[in-house]
């Protein structure tokens, strides 16, 4: 039975000081989250990603502590789809807000329910979700491709990824203010690792119809697996009418805060490669939601990981939808089972959870005031 909730804010440095993306830059990766207690021995820790502004993170840490905690309290954790459904559907939250704040707060919630789940049946998350040993998820890397490292330091990072560390994908941002210079960058990759290195590319939704489809049109030619969010987010119809013009097919889906706006966008044709995040979605509840829509679609499901993929691999290993998993090393060091990686697939987890349970030195490190 659940006894109490305690929030938690943690800023962890992103590598090399400073990461920029077209349309972001930061220093940190926030993790507003909460310890789940119980009657029990048993904790339960869950949390979302942000971009470390403090004042952002405690919306979401208040918003656990003053709506979602009385809720749970003295309730049994043996159903999280059950509770999820409590907190979701509760009317005075869905008046203020069924995205952004609220979802993320609620994804904070229901992945500690999960590892609480998989702790008492002392198995790893992907057993509690139906997972079995023998499939490969392979990692794809994003932390070599930043917008803001040179062309130069953008191949040596691309060929220490590859090379040294074993992985067979990256990802890199594009979004520059000149697009001559995006495809440079992209065919200075492709051009020292030829056909051995798959290529995703990312927007972050910079740019806009017609002004950008001329640069689409040239990723085909550099053999790019996706073009992820190429326009403003919630921009149906420009994805529409884009994948029908472009032949790189289109991902996206870390900024859909819920279900029913992953369906819009999949029953539009306006995804290829769905991208949900329970961290950002309501935690891993709606996020197996999403996976099976896609699956329903036949469409690849390759998830954002605003966790890092600390807490997706297990959703990763059990749903038949998800082969490619995103990984970012920023905030691995900070728990009890690191995420491992082996010549670029990922290493089953084994400890019993959802992998999310958080040193206390890191706690102690990288905490910040609620």
């Known amino acids: 039975m659940i006894t109490s909730l305690e929030t938690f804010i943690l800023h962890v440095p992103v590598t090399r000081n400073r990461i920029a993306d077209s349309t972001h830059s930061i220093t940190h990766w926030g993790m507003p989250g909460v310890k789940i207690m119980t009657d029990s021995e048993h904790v339960g820790y869950g949390f979302t990603g942000t971009h470390a502004h403090l004042d952002s993170d405690r919306l979401i840490t208040d918003c656990i502590s003053n709506c979602y905690a009385e809720l749970l309290i003295g309730e049994e954790i043996d159903d999280p789809r059950k ?17 952004g704040i609220t979802t993320m707060a609620l994804a904070a919630v229901d992945i500690p329910l999960w590892d609480l789940k998989s702790k008492y049946r002392e198995e790893p998350l992907w057993q509690t979700l139906g997972g079995v040993s023998g499939k490969k998820v392979e990692a794809y890397n994003t932390d070599g491709g930043w917008l803001n490292f040179s062309q130069d330091m953008l191949v040596d990072d691309v060929k220490r990824l590859t090379q040294e560390e074993g992985y067979k994908s990256i990802k890199m941002k594009v979004g520059k203010p000149d697009p001559n210079e995006d495809i440079a960058r992209i065919e200075a990759v492709r051009k020292a690792f030829g056909e051995n290195v798959r290529i995703m590319t990312d927007a972050n939704g910079r740019w806009r119809i017609p002004q950008n489809i001329e640069t689409l049109s040239y990723l085909k030619d550099y053999d790019v697996t996706w073009i992820e969010e190429p326009l403003w987010h919630d921009d149906v119809a ?21 279900f029913a706006h992953f369906n819009e ?6 995804v290829k490669y769905v991208q949900p995040d329970a961290t950002r979605l309501g935690g891993i509840t709606e996020a197996l939601d999403v996976c099976d829509l896609a699956y329903e679609h036949e469409l690849p499901v390759t998830p954002h990981a605003g966790d890092m993929a600390q807490t997706q691999i297990h959703m990763s ?22 995420l491992k990686i082996n010549s670029g697939y990922f290493e089953y987890p084994q400890m019993p959870g959802a992998g999310t349970t958080i040193k206390n030195e890191c706690m102690q490190e990288f905490g910040r005031k609620v």
């Open 238 to 258: 420009g994805h529409c009418r884009l994948a029908e013009i472009i032949e790189t097919p289109i991902a996206l889906g870390e900024m859909l805060y819920s």
């Open 317 to 338: 290993i059990a749903h038949q939808s998800i082969e490619l998993l995103e990984f970012i090393p920023w905030i691995t060091h900070c728990f009890e089972e690191p």
């Open 83 to 99: 509770l999820w459904k409590k907190l979701a559907h509760n009317p005075p939250l869905q008046w203020v807000g069924r995205a």
């Open 265 to 270: 966008f999949i029953s539009s044709c306006g």
